[in-house]
């Protein structure tokens, strides 16, 4: 059926078309509406499925670890400070290989204190151990919850989905919502690789000693370098069934351009209408959206960039001292390319500010006029 709903409800029927057998979560703001829909549900009986209140996000995570180190589909959402407080468990259910799902719904960090989006909260996240997907819209939101449980399931890594807060989170827009049949012959019931059983005790997340610890690790970037292909195939089977596919990254505009910009999230859409009309005013520009963030999809990326120039990075996040994460993920993915393009990091709309279309052309242009950048960061929209 189609319905349109806002990006928290999507992500609420991807919740319940996984038959998640456990949500635990603590309300922040923009998240909140996420896990009132779903408690609602449980609390009439129309969802079958555990709802754990917790006193903070800290426990939030921590129940969940425990949830699907007995073998069971979990969810949790948050957003901004959540996630920051969360961030402990984090590690915890990345180094136990738990296929735990999280939604993440992106606000500003304070201080000072903001309710708004920007993505600095799950991008502080990157070196957790957890796989990031970011969505531009209500569909891709729906369609990602599914994808991430399948590919959770498959290398035994927990998936963050990312959404921008207000413009997804509560804003309406159409949605496909597939029949729960139709998921269950794709989406089967977890089966743990080793259950809790009472009659054949185990011990987990044990103390392990230097002669050990290093080969988990080992495991575990073994595991995120099988990412790429797994996500892939799980892409495929999705689009063979519902029509909709998005890859790890999407490359529109100008076939063969001079100029590319690199966008994830929803400033994404605000560009396509941008370089459209630049390519329709005769000029050599192109897009690449980011969907697949953790891990960076250094050879897609490189494949998508060929023949380009200059690269233009927008990003609505900060690494105080070093710029936009996403410009400097991807400088140091082409470090040891033969052939780099120049790579010009923009910093905007952070704290929730609006990154207009004129603001998204004021920086293309200037990448056009410039041999380099000057300066590590080019703001967009700053007020002096």
């Given at each position: 059926?189609?319905?349109?709903?806002?990006?928290?409800?999507?992500?609420?029927?991807g919740?319940?078309?996984?038959?998640?057998?456990?949500?635990?979560?603590?309300?922040?703001?923009?998240q909140?509406?996420?896990?009132?829909?779903?408690?609602?549900?449980?609390?009439?009986?129309?969802?079958?499925?555990?709802?754990?209140?917790?006193?903070?996000?800290?426990?939030?995570?921590?129940?969940?670890?425990?949830a699907?180190?007995?073998?069971?589909?979990?969810?949790?959402?948050?957003?901004?400070?959540?996630?920051?407080y969360?961030?402990?468990?984090?590690h915890?259910a990345?180094?136990a290989?738990?296929?735990?799902?999280?939604?993440n719904?992106?606000r500003?960090?304070?201080?000072?204190?903001?309710?708004?989006g920007?993505?600095?909260?799950?991008?502080?996240?990157?070196?957790?151990?957890?796989?990031?997907?970011?969505?531009?819209?209500?569909?891709e939101?729906?369609?990602?919850i599914?994808?991430?449980?399948?590919?959770?399931?498959?290398?035994?890594?927990?998936?963050?989905?990312?959404?921008?807060?207000?413009?997804?989170?509560?804003t309406?827009?159409?949605?496909?919502?597939?029949?729960?049949?139709?998921?269950?012959?794709?989406?089967?019931?977890?089966?743990?690789?080793?259950?809790?059983?009472t009659?054949?005790?185990?011990?987990?997340?044990?103390?392990?000693?230097?002669?050990?610890?290093?080969?988990?690790?080992?495991?575990?970037?073994?595991?995120?370098?099988?990412?790429?292909?797994?996500?892939?195939?799980?892409?495929?089977?999705?689009?063979s069934?519902?029509?909709r596919?998005?890859?790890?990254?999407?490359?529109?505009?100008?076939?063969e351009?001079?100029?590319?910009?690199l966008?994830?999230?929803?400033?994404?859409?605000?560009?396509?209408?941008v370089?459209?009309?630049?390519?329709e005013?005769?000029?050599s520009?192109?897009?690449?959206?980011?969907?697949?963030?953790?891990p960076?999809p250094?050879?897609?990326?490189?494949?998508?960039?060929?023949?380009?120039?200059?690269?233009?990075?927008?990003?609505?996040?900060?690494?105080?001292g070093?710029?936009?994460?996403?410009?400097q993920?991807?400088?140091?993915?082409?470090y040891?390319?033969?052939?780099?393009?120049?790579?010009?990091?923009f910093?905007?709309?952070?704290g929730?500010?609006?990154?207009?279309?004129?603001?998204?052309e004021?920086?293309?242009?200037?990448?056009?006029?410039?041999?380099q950048?000057?300066?590590?960061?080019?703001?967009?929209?700053?007020?002096?």
């Amino acid at each position: 059926m189609k319905r349109v709903i806002t990006g928290n409800q999507a992500v609420a029927y991807g919740v319940i078309l996984s038959r998640v057998d456990v949500i635990s979560a603590y309300p922040i703001t923009p998240q909140t509406t996420i896990v009132e829909e779903l408690s609602e549900l449980i609390a009439s009986g129309r969802l079958k499925t555990k709802f754990l209140k917790v006193e903070s996000e800290h426990s939030a995570m921590a129940a969940l670890i425990g949830a699907s180190t007995g073998g069971v589909r979990t969810f949790t959402a948050t957003s901004s400070h959540g996630l920051a407080y969360m961030h402990e468990m984090l590690h915890w259910a990345s180094g136990a290989r738990l296929p735990i799902v999280l939604v993440n719904v992106n606000r500003a960090l304070g201080a000072p204190w903001n309710i708004w989006g920007d993505q600095t909260d799950s991008v502080s996240q990157r070196d957790t151990g957890w796989i990031q997907l970011y969505c531009e819209n209500n569909q891709e939101v729906l369609d990602t919850i599914l994808q991430a449980y399948m590919i959770a399931e498959t290398i035994r890594l927990p998936v963050m989905v990312v959404l921008d807060a207000f413009v997804l989170s509560h804003t309406s827009e159409p949605v496909d919502i597939p029949s729960i049949e139709e998921v269950d012959s794709m989406l089967p019931p977890f089966c743990p690789d080793y259950p809790i059983d009472t009659q054949e005790p185990k011990a987990y997340s044990g103390i392990t000693t230097p002669d050990h610890f290093l080969e988990f690790k080992y495991k575990t970037q073994k595991a995120m370098e099988e990412v790429a292909e797994v996500a892939r195939k799980v892409d495929e089977e999705f689009k063979s069934r519902f029509g909709r596919g998005y890859g790890a990254i999407e490359r529109y505009g100008k076939e063969e351009a001079e100029i590319l910009l690199l966008t994830s999230g929803t400033v994404t859409s605000t560009s396509r209408m941008v370089i459209k009309k630049m390519v329709e005013q005769g000029m050599s520009v192109a897009g690449i959206k980011v969907k697949r963030f953790r891990p960076f999809p250094s050879d897609e990326v490189y494949n998508a960039i060929q023949g380009a120039k200059k690269i233009a990075v927008i990003d609505r996040n900060l690494s105080a001292g070093v710029g936009g994460v996403f410009a400097q993920e991807l400088r140091a993915s082409l470090y040891s390319r033969q052939e780099r393009p120049q790579v010009f990091g923009f910093v905007s709309g952070l704290g929730g500010r609006d990154i207009t279309p004129s603001l998204i052309e004021e920086a293309i242009r200037y990448t056009m006029e410039h041999d380099q950048p000057e300066g590590d960061i080019v703001w967009l929209g700053l007020k002096r």
